[in-house]
């Protein structure tokens, strides 16, 4: 692979409105990997200079994105790399830890959503927001155990369709609405189900634009609210807030008025005081309310 | 018009998609006023029950919306035809009633946005969701004022691409966004100022679906949530709650999944408590709180 088509490929992260933030963190890491495989380098210290400057563009593709951040910055602080090392044995270590993290990252996926189906538990209707892959593992666990969902479409591109086939499939008996009907199917649900892009340092979510007001109809009825996601999306206590990415307004499909501004944010942040439950790869984290 | 006319023309109110509450109900006058005209009836007898069944038909078109039955209502009870009269006198009268009644919904509609626009007076930045002429005149109002919008897009039809359309031919400065994203939003707002399909007797509105949710996140920021609808559309105390309609599933634009239920209620309930104030004909009507 050649520095264009490491840039194509960074530029397909930035660009990625299917993939959640684990996935995506993933695919960093075999960009880094296969960097670590072919960039040239005339000796080590080339390597981790031409491998540091791709950790950093990789970290900037989609700053609401926490696991990105935190595995790139895993990779980096877990490389020990000495200048007298042979230079394959250099690469061969860089690319063991990019896989390792991968694993690493996937194990926690699955151990969430194992966690978070034995709170859920049997029999249960679920409701959730736009597309989580940790949701979807979830489902899966549960799917024949009695779940019923209940699914928003996500404007503007509908992440809830991809959900909505995929729990056809399943055999999973599920109502898809508009996100302006979660106030009508909420007290239907048992609990409120989502994942996360990021969680702040104070438990504060980021998470596809719609999951605030949906919080706020879940509290209203007195169902929990859980947010299902492992670790590495976590941001330190006392880190900024991240930039709320905005994408196309072209992505609302409407006319261009000239007077009005059409704005296409992605994400929205619920406080923390309307989570009932954090579930991460260690377990079940209950609000301290 | 014949028979067949009526009825399409009554199909044409059940399935209209575009007009409020307000300008169906006085279409639906129109009907009686072009009914008491034309309608076959060799005596008054015939007459009043060939129009008493037309009303009751139209006052089953749309049952999220009060002001069709309260006006058809004020219609049939303002209907003073003695068995003696002369045919065509009972017809005029019966003609003059409807037209009155017209007539009074427009200066009522009129009267609300002359209120309500003195209580947001200029400068202000409002947020409104779905389509409402009521609004509609409000912005007429203060478009010279310094206004400035924020508007939903109100899935699935999409009724805030036509507010948005009029906002813009006004020079009036409009962010435009998804439903999904009020919770984003909401803070740039001084007020939210929604019309009504109907008001039940607690004050609680029903209104386009999303209003709910959007009332709950205002009432987070600490901002105002008015509702501006003349008094045709409250719905007297002990009335029974009407049934939300529910339309095509279709308009949601998704495959036909084996498992999934696709639903499309169009209205929600607003609880009366997070309202701050209840704007119509007579004035402003604050909350109890």
Known sequence: ??????NHKIAEIRADRVRGASELARRCLLILAEAARVLPAANIVELREGLLVLVAELARTRPSMAPIQNLLRRWREG??????????GARRIAIDQAEALIVASRRAVADCATHAARLLGPGRTIMTHSFSSTVLDVCRLLKDEGLRLIVTESRPLGEGRQLAERLSAWNVPTVYITDAQMGLFIARADAVLVGADSVLGDGAVVNKAGTYPLALVTREQGIPFYVCCESFKWREAGEMPPELEEMAPAELGVPDW???????VYFDITPARLVSAWIDETGVRLTAE
Chains 1, 2 share one sequence.
């Open 1 to 6: 692979m050649n520095l264009a088509e490491f």
């Open 79 to 88: 490389l020990i790399i000495d200048d007298g090392m042979e230079l394959t």
């Open 258 to 264: 000239p007077c009005v501004t059409v704005r296409n």
